[in-house]
């Protein structure tokens, strides 16, 4: 600002250049402060966890640096800033020089070695003292040395004019020689300061926390402070507490004040004068400092000053690079290392900025090395929760190998869906003519967000599938949802015939279920083709009491909807290693079911049939065992949307479904809100009747049903009349509600 002022007023009028630029100072401060409070107030201060810690350990390894090179330059009495070039190496290894620098680090070094054993708070300050103390007896002990020699030579500060009252500078406040139009040209500087304040402070404040170990930091707070305390001080005449000064040759570098700030904060903090009554005094004596003048600035040798700053340097040096070794991560201490170079070759702001740079490519290729899939399972481990004929079930335990399900996490971005795309074509290309898929469901409940690249890899992925006739399943999202809206955006959804989507990975496994079980569905009065056996799929007559009508929605979508026609061996289902392994898995799983079909039980009256339907899986008991139980069980009809029981009620009744579908509603903790159909020939309530606890979901009948009902009463008589009966329910209950917490789970 000094020099854009010199320039438009012109040197030959000095009185008006020196009133207009302390005036330019003061408003500087003014704007400053306003400005931190605003931040403050508006609570702006979270803003700065966006800074990673390790950006934050490398401004103060920068600070450290700084400090380190500015302890050459006032040690050493060099003229203008430390430059890192020949002339200055050969004046700074001088036999005059070289022992006003080496003097002072050679202190600090001590001083560092000594509080690796000694950890007294007031250790820096008697240490500071007993150099000066050494150095004037010296002075005093021999003749030769004079404090004004010494001053000439650069081992004492020069001593200011003395003769000038501490409020002489308000007496070069003159509102009448400022040039207001060369003030107007100072405003994009006090802008430009204050945006660089804006930098300092929010990055200086969490530093200093972390160097003195306080967690519990207001940021806001500090702000505000800030702010009313620059905004005090330019109405007081003087500059901005944050006030940059001229560094360098023609440009403004490093926030000098603040460093100061900090350091002697550090320093003050680590000295013990860590209360309010510390602070009070400090302030108490550094306005006696401000009454008796600058004359004692004369006396200070400049090795105190030099060893002090040299040590506070090392301090902030070994917190960034040497108590980090081994903590970080590679990537992150380089950043560090980065940052500190760049803020003592160049400058601050660029360091901050190289810093954000690096950690933001440091985050991407870390994120980019986790994996975005939580779990990668086939149909036939992660089943839907739909109760299903055991018939159905031993169909899906092989045949849903043709489902695969990848879960996704986190944020997918450019860099983590690299390993989605990686994963799919492993299964496209090396374990398709093995593993034939038929369905890819990706699952994206627990996905956060997605960027462009990776919704856009998500139509790569369909046309991929397209080759192979695989059709891409999404499930847990919905399209006025964000991730939905951005696959939406992109086209995913435009054909219905290769992308399905679904709001939840149960409708996705159910719908991928229900298409598999076309394969295995046959008109029960389908002929058989001639010369097929009894035990070819060609030939399979599958009783219509194991697919009722209402079940049909199960199968085929909708109730109406015309059974498929049989396949032929020498057709279609031999066309593709999906479809061929479609019918050798039906024909195995009926083949394991086929006792059933000439059991005598099929002709028994209910519900003996279903008794022995339901339990065919977990039990080989004979018809004889289960007919004892027919007598406890009593028939009742449910029409469409009637509550059969309600969550946290009292557990009355157990069911077994004849007809029809009922839905089971859910809302556990730990897994949320979910849904289950029950279809017929299946159980329904068992574990909490025969546990006596309290119902878990609330059922309806989703459409007309016939039920076989156990109640409580009838249950207390079974259990005293047959009690190995008794005893087998609650086995085969346990059973049953292990494998439906499996597929939950799953």
Same mark, same amino acid.
Not at 492 to 513: G, M
């Given at each position: 600002?000094?020099?854009?002022?010199?320039?438009?007023?012109?040197?030959?009028?000095?009185?008006?250049?020196?009133?207009?630029?302390?005036?330019?100072?003061?408003?500087?401060?003014?704007?400053?402060?306003?400005?931190?409070?605003?931040?403050?107030?508006?609570?702006?201060?979270?803003?700065?966890?966006?800074?990673?810690?390790?950006?934050?350990?490398?401004?103060?390894?920068?600070?450290?640096?700084?400090?380190?090179?500015?302890?050459?330059?006032?040690?050493?009495?060099?003229?203008?800033?430390?430059?890192?070039?020949?002339?200055?190496?050969?004046?700074?290894?001088?036999?005059?020089?070289?022992?006003?620098?080496?003097?002072?680090?050679?202190?600090?070094?001590?001083?560092?070695?000594?509080?690796?054993?000694?950890?007294?708070?007031?250790?820096?300050?008697?240490?500071?003292?007993?150099?000066?103390?050494?150095?004037?007896?010296?002075?005093?002990?021999?003749?030769?040395?004079?404090?004004?020699?010494?001053?000439?030579?650069?081992?004492?500060? =020069?001593?200011?004019?003395?003769?000038?009252?501490?409020?002489?500078?308000?007496?070069?406040?003159?509102?009448?020689?400022?040039?207001?139009?060369?003030?107007?040209?100072?405003?994009?500087?006090?802008?430009?300061?204050?945006?660089?304040?804006?930098?300092?402070?929010?990055?200086?404040?969490?530093?200093?926390?972390?160097?003195?170990?306080?967690?519990?930091?207001?940021?806001?707070?500090?702000?505000?402070?800030?702010?009313?305390?620059?905004?005090?001080?330019? @109405?007081?005449?003087?500059?901005?507490?944050?006030?940059?000064?001229?560094?360098?040759?023609?440009?403004?570098?490093?926030?000098?004040?603040?460093?100061?700030?900090?350091?002697?904060?550090?320093?003050?903090?680590? *000295?013990?004068?860590?209360?309010?009554?510390?602070?009070?005094?400090?302030?108490?004596?550094?306005?006696?400092?401000?009454?008796?003048?600058?004359?004692?600035?004369?006396?200070?040798?400049?090795?105190?000053?030099?060893?002090?700053?040299?040590?506070?340097?090392?301090?902030?040096?070994?917190?960034?690079?040497?108590?980090?070794?081994?903590?970080?991560?590679?990537?992150?201490?380089?950043?560090?290392?980065?940052?500190?170079?760049?803020?003592?070759?160049?400058?601050?702001?660029?360091?901050?900025?190289?810093?954000?740079?690096?950690?933001?490519?440091?985050?991407?290729?870390?994120?980019?090395?986790?994996?975005?899939?939580?779990?990668?399972?086939?149909? *036939?481990?992660?089943?839907?929760?739909?109760?299903?004929?055991?018939?159905?079930?031993?169909?899906?335990?092989?045949?849903?190998?043709?489902?695969?399900?990848?879960?996704?996490?986190?944020?997918?971005?450019?860099?983590?869906?690299?390993?989605?795309?990686?994963?799919?074509?492993?299964?496209?290309?090396?374990?398709?003519?093995?593993?034939?898929?038929?369905?890819?469901?990706?699952?994206?409940?627990?996905?956060?967000?997605?960027?462009?690249?990776?919704?856009?890899?998500?139509?790569?992925?369909?046309?991929?599938?397209?080759?192979?006739?695989?059709?891409?399943?999404? *499930?847990?999202?919905?399209?006025?949802?964000?991730?939905?809206?951005?696959?939406?955006?992109?086209?995913?959804? =435009?054909?219905?015939?290769?992308?399905?989507?679904?709001?939840?990975?149960?409708?996705?496994?159910?719908?991928?279920?229900?298409?598999?079980l076309l394969s295995l569905y046959q008109k029960t009065d389908a002929p058989a083709e001639p010369g097929s056996s009894p035990d070819s799929l060609s030939g399979l007559l599958i009783p219509r009491f194991l697919f009722p009508a209402r079940v049909y929605v199960l199968i085929c979508g909708f109730p109406d909807v015309p059974k498929p026609k049989r396949p032929s061996l020498s057709g279609e289902m031999f066309s593709s290693p999906r479809r061929k392994e479609l019918q050798q898995v039906a024909t195995t799983a009926y083949r394991e079911q086929h006792p059933i079909r000439r059991s005598r039980w099929q002709d028994y009256k209910q519900p003996l049939q279903l008794l022995l339907q339901a339990f065919s899986a977990v039990c080989d008991k004979p018809e004889d065992f289960w007919y004892r139980a027919v007598p406890f069980f009593e028939r009742?009809?449910?029409? *469409?949307?009637?509550?059969?029981?309600?969550?946290?009620?009292?557990?009355?009744?157990?069911?077994?479904?004849?007809?029809?579908?009922?839905?089971?509603?859910?809302?556990?903790?730990?897994?949320?809100? @979910?849904?289950?159909?029950?279809?017929?020939?299946?159980?329904?309530?068992?574990?909490?009747?025969?546990?006596?606890?309290?119902?878990?979901?609330?059922?309806?009948?989703?459409?007309?049903?016939?039920?076989?009902?156990?109640?409580?009463?009838?249950?207390?008589?079974?259990?005293?009349?047959?009690?190995?009966?008794?005893?087998?329910?609650?086995?085969?209950?346990?059973?049953?509600?292990?494998?439906?917490?499996?597929?939950?789970?799953?």
């Amino acid at each position: 600002m000094a020099f854009v002022i010199l320039a438009k007023v012109g040197p030959e009028r000095p009185e008006a250049v020196l009133a207009t630029t302390i005036l330019s100072f003061s408003i500087s401060a003014i704007l400053t402060g306003a400005v931190f409070f605003l931040m403050g107030f508006c609570k702006l201060g979270a803003l700065i966890g966006f800074f990673p810690r390790h950006i934050l350990i490398g401004c103060i390894g920068g600070v450290g640096y700084f400090l380190v090179a500015t302890g050459v330059e006032v040690s050493a009495r060099l003229n203008g800033s430390l430059e890192y070039n020949l002339v200055t190496l050969r004046k700074l290894f001088q036999a005059d020089t070289f022992v006003l620098w080496i003097i002072p680090l050679l202190l600090a070094i001590i001083l560092t070695t000594i509080k690796r054993w000694v950890t007294y708070s007031i250790v820096d300050a008697l240490y500071f003292l007993f150099i000066l103390a050494i150095f004037y007896f010296f002075v005093g002990a021999i003749d030769q040395l004079h404090i004004p020699d010494l001053r000439s030579r650069g081992w004492v500060f =020069e001593a200011p004019e003395a003769g000038l009252p501490f409020y002489h500078f308000y007496t070069l406040y003159n509102f009448s020689a400022v040039d207001w139009a060369a003030l107007a040209d100072t405003i994009p500087t006090m802008l430009a300061l204050t945006f660089f304040g804006i930098i300092h402070v929010p990055i200086n404040v969490p530093a200093l926390a972390f160097t003195l170990g306080e967690d519990n930091v207001d940021v806001d707070r500090e702000l505000k402070a800030h702010g009313l305390s620059n905004a005090l001080s330019g @109405f007081c005449g003087s500059i901005q507490a944050s006030a940059e000064v001229e560094y360098g040759e023609d440009h403004l570098l490093i926030l000098w004040q603040n460093y100061l700030v900090y350091t002697n904060s550090v320093l003050f903090v680590r *000295s013990g004068g860590d209360s309010r009554v510390a602070g009070v005094m400090l302030a108490v004596a550094t306005f006696g400092v401000l009454l008796s003048g600058p004359v004692l600035i004369g006396y200070i040798p400049v090795m105190v000053v030099g060893a002090l700053i040299f040590f506070l340097g090392m301090e902030l040096i070994k917190v960034a690079l040497v108590e980090t070794w081994g903590k970080v991560h590679r990537l992150e201490y380089l950043t560090i290392v980065i940052i500190v170079v760049t803020m003592g070759a160049w400058d601050f702001v660029i360091g901050i900025f190289v810093g954000i740079l690096l950690a933001c490519v440091s985050f991407v290729l870390q994120t980019s090395r986790v994996s975005a899939i939580r779990n990668s399972l086939p149909g *036939s481990v992660a089943a839907s929760t739909v109760r299903r004929h055991p018939l159905q079930i031993r169909f899906l335990q092989d045949a849903g190998k043709q489902i695969h399900v990848l879960k996704l996490a986190n944020y997918l971005f450019f860099g983590t869906i690299v390993g989605v795309e990686k994963q799919i074509r492993a299964l496209l290309l090396d374990k398709f003519e093995r593993e034939p898929i038929r369905f890819l469901v990706l699952d994206l409940q627990h996905v956060v967000g997605i960027d462009y690249s990776a919704a856009e890899a998500f139509t790569r992925i369909q046309r991929l599938l397209d080759v192979r006739g695989v059709m891409l399943i999404i *499930s847990g999202i919905s399209i006025e949802g964000e991730i939905g809206a951005a696959l939406w955006n992109i086209g995913l959804f =435009e054909s219905e015939d290769s992308v399905r989507y679904f709001e939840t990975i149960n409708s996705a496994l159910e719908h991928c279920e229900n298409d598999l079980l076309l394969s295995l569905y046959q008109k029960t009065d389908a002929p058989a083709e001639p010369g097929s056996s009894p035990d070819s799929l060609s030939g399979l007559l599958i009783p219509r009491f194991l697919f009722p009508a209402r079940v049909y929605v199960l199968i085929c979508g909708f109730p109406d909807v015309p059974k498929p026609k049989r396949p032929s061996l020498s057709g279609e289902m031999f066309s593709s290693p999906r479809r061929k392994e479609l019918q050798q898995v039906a024909t195995t799983a009926y083949r394991e079911q086929h006792p059933i079909r000439r059991s005598r039980w099929q002709d028994y009256k209910q519900p003996l049939q279903l008794l022995l339907q339901a339990f065919s899986a977990v039990c080989d008991k004979p018809e004889d065992f289960w007919y004892r139980a027919v007598p406890f069980f009593e028939r009742k009809r449910f029409a *469409s949307g009637s509550i059969l029981y309600e969550r946290d009620e009292i557990a009355d009744g157990f069911f077994l479904l004849e007809s029809g579908m009922l839905k089971a509603e859910y809302m556990l903790p730990q897994l949320g809100t @979910f849904s289950e159909l029950i279809v017929a020939g299946t159980t329904c309530g068992e574990l909490p009747f025969f546990s006596g606890t309290r119902r878990t979901s609330t059922t309806i009948a989703d459409r007309d049903c016939v039920t076989w009902v156990l109640n409580q009463s009838r249950w207390e008589e079974l259990q005293q009349t047959q009690p190995d009966t008794a005893q087998e329910l609650l086995k085969i209950s346990l059973k049953l509600t292990s494998e439906r917490m499996d597929a939950i789970t799953k």
